[in-house]
């Protein structure tokens, strides 16, 4: 069955500081995963997905088969990246969200 | 602005009563999907819609039903409503029948049952 895991539901960092969000996903083939953020429960946004290979605001994530994750990381955490972030995974018709990771960035 | 546009913003109602959400795809998209974000349940996908036709069903209960009009606007109706019906009502829209590239959502309507 698909499922995608956040495990954990608050993270704080220090501004500065690396942050790594953690995403774990199953899957049977081979998988397209996203990320998106969102803002004080505003509209989610897409941040970026494996198959771009893009960075997205000093955002990074690689996708790794063998341990069936999918974590983003920033090396140093800005005031403003606080915000709700959710790794989805598409299948066919929709997404499959994880329950999110909130950060906390402090000042 | 996403250009996906969703209204009303806000809506307050009482339990029994029936609502009704509105949702403008981004020029262009054909596909428009209705998720839930409640607080205990998180991002829950209720339906898609894909040029006039329903295309996807999740975890839509019985008493809600949607529907997409030829101009490609959809409307999720909302009826006998119950205090566990309070949440966040997103929708997304995408050019694609799937998830190719991902969606591109709107702003909510957040319900607040009473």
């Known amino acids: 069955a698909q499922r995608v895991t956040q495990p954990e539901k608050l993270l704080s960092v220090f501004k500065g500081a690396p942050v790594e969000l953690k995403c774990n996903y199953s899957?049977?083939?081979?998988?397209?995963l996203f990320w998106y953020v969102q803002y004080s429960r505003q509209r989610l946004q897409l941040l970026l997905r494996h198959i771009s290979r893009e960075s997205i605001k000093g955002f990074t994530a690689d996708l790794n088969k063998g341990e069936t994750s999918f974590h983003l990381k920033k090396p140093f955490a800005q005031e403003e990246d606080s915000a709700m972030y959710y790794c989805a995974l598409p299948t066919g018709n929709q997404f499959y969200f994880g329950t999110g990771t909130s950060l906390t960035v402090i000042p | 602005d996403s250009g996906v546009t969703q209204t009303p913003k806000h809506l307050i109602t009482a339990t029994g009563q029936r609502v009704t959400l509105r949702c403008s795809p981004r020029s262009g998209d054909l596909s428009v999907y209705w998720y839930q974000q409640s607080l205990d349940q998180g991002l829950q996908f209720l339906i898609q819609y894909y040029n006039g036709e329903e295309r996807a069903k999740g975890n839509i209960l019985e008493r809600f039903s949607a529907q997409q009009f030829p101009d490609l606007h959809s409307e999720l109706n909302l009826s006998s409503l119950e205090l566990g019906d309070s949440a966040l009502y997103f929708c997304a829209s995408s050019v694609t029948v799937d998830t190719r590239g991902g969606y591109t959502f709107g702003s909510g309507t957040r319900l607040t049952v009473v």
């Open positions: 899957y049977s083939g081979s998988p397209e």
